[in-house]
């Protein structure tokens, strides 16, 4: 079985500044790994994901991911953020085989103060 | 190209009654899962079906079922509603079986008074 922790339930930080969120994960099995973003009352955005290959994972609006698997981590990270980055991000992950389902975390609200 | 749909936005529902919420997927895609997303928590995994066979289970209780279409479209049906199934029901459809990206409708909340 897989698990996913967000420590940080709300992260709030100035525009232009430097941000990362924290998601570490438990698993017996290798594991691929997601990010997404959910602005109000809307669904999940996929923000970038990570199946296999460079460690270092590049996706949209500026947001990176780097997968350690030595500490279980998956901490996503935007250098200069933007008010329009205030929303909520979820880490996930699903098994390589099997059934595929995600492990949502519970979320970590960004909120971007000007 | 249209995302994938859901219907309807919101619904209001009394305790024992029964649900049946809609999915469509973006043309092509042939694999729909189901998520409960309760406020303040993360998605839940209820269902995945891939090619009308279903993949996968959550731990959700034999209330919840789903099926899916040979157009790939879905419905998840709830029956005899508790207070606790008042929450955001996400469908996500992927060209393939997961881990193929998951792309996710804009939910329909269901409130159960």
């Known amino acids: 079985a897989q698990s996913v922790t967000q420590l940080d339930s709300q992260v709030p930080v100035f525009e232009e500044a430097p941000v990362e969120l924290r998601c570490n994960y438990s698993s017996s099995v290798s594991v691929y790994l997601f990010w997404y973003v959910q602005y109000p009352n809307q669904g999940l955005q996929l923000l970038l994901k990570?199946?296999?290959?460079?460690?270092l994972v590049k996706g949209i609006n500026g947001f990176e991911a780097e997968f350690n698997k030595s500490q279980t981590s998956f901490h996503l990270r935007k250098p200069s953020v933007h008010i329009s980055d205030t929303a909520e991000y979820f880490c996930?992950?699903?098994?390589?085989?099997?059934?595929?389902?995600?492990?949502f975390g519970t979320g970590t609200r960004l909120k971007v103060l000007a | 190209d249209a995302g994938v749909t859901q219907s309807p936005t919101h619904l209001i529902k009394t305790r024992g009654q029964q649900v049946t919420l809609r999915c469509s997927p973006i043309s092509g895609h042939k694999s729909v899962s189901w998520y409960q997303q309760v406020l303040g928590q993360g998605p839940q995994f209820i269902f995945q079906y891939y090619e009308k066979e279903e993949r996968g289970r959550g731990n959700f209780p034999d209330r919840f079922s789903a099926r899916q279409f040979p157009n790939y479209s879905s419905e998840l049906n709830v029956n005899a509603l508790l207070l606790g199934d008042s929450a955001l029901y996400l469908c996500?459809?992927?060209?393939?079986?997961?881990?193929?990206?998951?792309?996710f409708g804009p939910g329909t909340r269901l409130t159960v008074l």
């Open positions: 996500a459809s992927s060209l393939e079986s997961p881990p193929d990206t998951q792309y």
């Open positions: 990570y199946l296999s290959g460079s460690t």
């Open positions: 996930a992950v699903s098994s390589t085989s099997g059934t595929y389902k995600y492990i």
